[in-house]
């Protein structure tokens, strides 16, 4: 086989598309083939840990190669944010998330970081974020009805086009390259990082964001390799 020029990998991990995930993601992206991503703010959480898995390495031809891993690694969970104008705030924390709790980081992050990424334009954006239970939940719709936050609907089992993924995928690969002795140096590490981001990168994702409704459509709403 590998002479052949094939070789042994990990096949592409994608959540499991009923019929319905299908065609919802087909309608979706009909709907938003003219949609103008500029002013969308992407949102997402997620969680990071004390100690990532191991890296591969290189070694002779039966070598073993040790790495000690931690049963119960520290967790930091991160909301995060950003649009094409760049990238806005993020919270860190450690308890579980909540509808209450969403709706003070609401507050405290995403209202800021609109102000800082549309100035004078703040009430243009429309927010993104996945069908999570929380976000669904009468009190954070209240809230967003409250501050008059609109939101773009969003396709179920669709983390191929919400490019928060690819965010906090760069994000955990740099914050692996540390070794944080605690919870409070986790998020400090975090925190230093994603200040590291800039609206160049920001940009080229939003941008994509056309191609990928493109995609969607072309594949009759199967998933597409992003």
């Not at 004390?50 to 039966?62: D, E, L, M, S, T």
């Not at 609907?153 to 690819?166: A, G, K, T, V």
Request: charged share 30%; net charge positive; aromatic share 10%.
């Amino acid at each position: 086989m590998n002479e052949q020029g094939l070789y042994k990998l990990k096949p592409l991990l994608k959540p499991l598309l009923s019929e319905i995930n299908r065609l919802n993601r087909l309608k979706w992206a009909k709907r938003n083939k003219n949609t103008d991503w500029s002013k969308v703010v992407f949102t997402d959480e997620t969680t990071i840990f004390q100690f990532g898995k191991p890296k591969k390495v290189w070694r002779q031809k039966g070598e073993l190669i040790k790495t000690p891993t931690v049963k119960h690694s520290v967790k930091v969970h991160v909301y995060g944010c950003f649009s094409e104008n760049g990238f806005g705030n993020i919270y860190c924390f450690t308890n579980n998330l909540n509808a209450e709790f969403l709706c003070h980081i609401y507050k405290t992050t995403l209202l800021s970081s609109t102000r800082k990424l549309f100035r004078a334009d703040d009430h243009s954006w429309i927010l993104q974020e996945d069908n999570d239970p929380k976000h669904k939940s009468k009190k954070a719709q209240k809230w967003r009805d409250d501050h008059q936050v609109e939101r773009i609907s969003w396709p179920s089992q669709s983390p191929d086009i919400n490019l928060m993924e690819n965010v906090w995928a760069v994000l955990k690969t740099n914050v692996s390259n540390y070794k944080p002795a605690s919870a409070k140096e986790l998020i400090r590490i975090i925190k230093k990082e994603w200040k590291k981001f800039d609206v160049v990168f920001a940009e080229n994702l939003v941008t994509s964001m056309k191609n990928r409704v493109s995609l969607v459509l072309s594949n009759k709403g199967d998933h597409i390799l992003y």
